[in-house]
């Protein structure tokens, strides 16, 4: 594989890991404010309570698609969830784009990043939101975890020795 298809292909697994995480961000932010459970089987409209279908929930473009209201009941979606996703997938590309020969530090700046977000954002009112927010930290953390491993997996079936010299 060359230098060029891999760096391809790792921003793009960047820029789709940052936007899922942003768009998990706003559901974090969204069930602790409204005192819902974590973690359901799917998501509904507020509004409406209609279930939500996956194309519906496609970070950033669903919003585009629908126009900013939910599909059944026409209640306007918070132009902040698209920006907020938006905003992580900048920061994530950018962070890739910057660093791209240490993946140990720009996937540690991406943690940092969302974890400073979270705690910034989202304030817990009581013992059971205290509790939903460690559960997405938690959720946040293993998320980080899995494709950094990935990461590193594929920096040393490509690089090999290389990469292992370019470790901080
Ligand atoms: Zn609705």
């Given at each position: 594989m060359s230098d060029f298809t891999f760096f391809v292909i790792l921003l793009s697994t960047s820029a789709i890991f940052g936007t899922t995480i942003g768009a998990y961000y706003c559901t974090i932010e969204y069930r602790i404010r409204a005192n819902l459970?974590?973690?359901?089987s799917g998501c509904i409209c507020p509004s409406c309570g209609h279930r939500l279908a996956?194309?519906?929930?496609?970070?950033?473009?669903s919003f585009f698609l629908l126009k900013g209201k939910c599909?059944?009941?026409h209640a306007p979606i918070p132009f902040r969830y698209p920006l907020t996703e938006a905003a992580f997938l900048t920061y994530y590309t950018l962070t890739f784009c910057m660093l791209y020969r240490f993946p140990l530090i720009f996937i540690s700046l991406w943690y940092l990043f969302v974890m400073i977000w979270i705690l910034k954002n989202v304030h817990t009112k009581n013992s059971r939101n205290y509790n939903r927010l460690l559960k997405g930290l938690l959720i946040i953390t293993a998320y980080h975890a899995v494709i950094g491993l990935l990461y590193i997996i594929l920096y040393l079936a490509v690089y090999g020795s290389f990469f292992l010299n370019c470790l901080p």
């Open positions: 459970p974590l973690v359901t996956l194309y519906h929930q496609i970070p950033i473009l599909h059944y009941c």
